[in-house]
């Protein structure tokens, strides 16, 4: 089956405390991504990967940090979380060029 | 820079009513533009898209024209249903380009 999966699901932590929010995907997808969800935002992009060892800013990066070293993980750190960062997240995948992205069931978290 | 404008939620019908979901946007060039829906407790989902102007993307009864004159897409269905309460985005990305940018969704309750 088809799926891009994260873990965890739910995370509570404390500020300062350095996490990582995996994220893999089976569908051979070059193109990866992270957004926030925050209510009356709608989602905005964190960080993006056209490929392997290729990452750029979204549009709203600070106090994140990405990698990716294999095609299938995308993982997203958060070196010194913040309040500010308490948020849904979600990673998706997809193609390129398009159009259809698959987006994992999401992380809370929340930093307190 | 792209943006898009959806209606202000809550939104709640009774069942089998009519549903139109407004959406407008502002890009650059010829965006493809896409709905998403995002159910409880899950990530989000494809519901249709639309490529070029005058298209008309349909799935699951909805249906949305991407009307280039108004920049809009709006999502309608004739017949709503109680599976249909979920949380619905409108989104679009650049020609040839991956990244998304969404509105700030509408939740969707459908009452018996």
């Known amino acids: 089956e088809a799926q891009v999966t994260q873990n965890p699901r739910y995370l509570i932590t404390v500020t300062g405390k350095k996490l990582t929010v995996t994220c893999s995907q089976n569908m051979n997808h070059e193109y990866m991504s992270w957004y926030r969800q925050d209510p009356g935002l709608g989602l905005r992009q964190i960080y993006y990967s056209m490929n392997v060892e290729v990452t750029d800013k979204g549009d709203v990066p600070e106090g994140y940090k990405v990698s990716r070293k294999e095609k299938r993980n995308f993982p997203l750190i958060l070196e010194s979380p913040s309040p500010n960062q308490t948020s849904l997240y979600f990673c998706?995948?997809?193609?390129?060029?398009?159009?259809?992205?698959?987006f994992g069931p999401g992380t809370r978290l929340t930093v307190t | 820079g792209n943006s898009v404008t959806q209606m202000e939620g809550p939104v709640t019908l009774s069942e089998e009513a009519f549903l139109t979901i407004n959406c407008t946007y502002t890009a650059t060039g010829y965006p493809s533009l896409f709905w998403y829906v995002q159910y409880p407790g899950e990530g989000l989902q494809l519901l249709l898209k639309?490529?070029?102007?005058?298209d008309k993307g349909s799935n699951k009864g909805f249906e949305a024209t991407y009307r280039k004159e108004t920049t809009s897409f709006h999502l309608e269905k004739g017949s709503v249903q109680v599976s249909d309460s979920a949380v619905y985005f409108c989104?679009?990305?650049?020609?040839?380009?991956?990244?998304?940018?969404f509105g700030t969704g509408t939740r969707l309750t459908i009452i018996p």
């Open positions: 989104a679009l990305a650049g020609f040839g380009n991956e990244k998304l940018t």
């Open positions: 998706a995948s997809s193609l390129p060029g398009g159009n259809k992205q698959y």
């Open positions: 639309a490529t070029k102007a005058d």
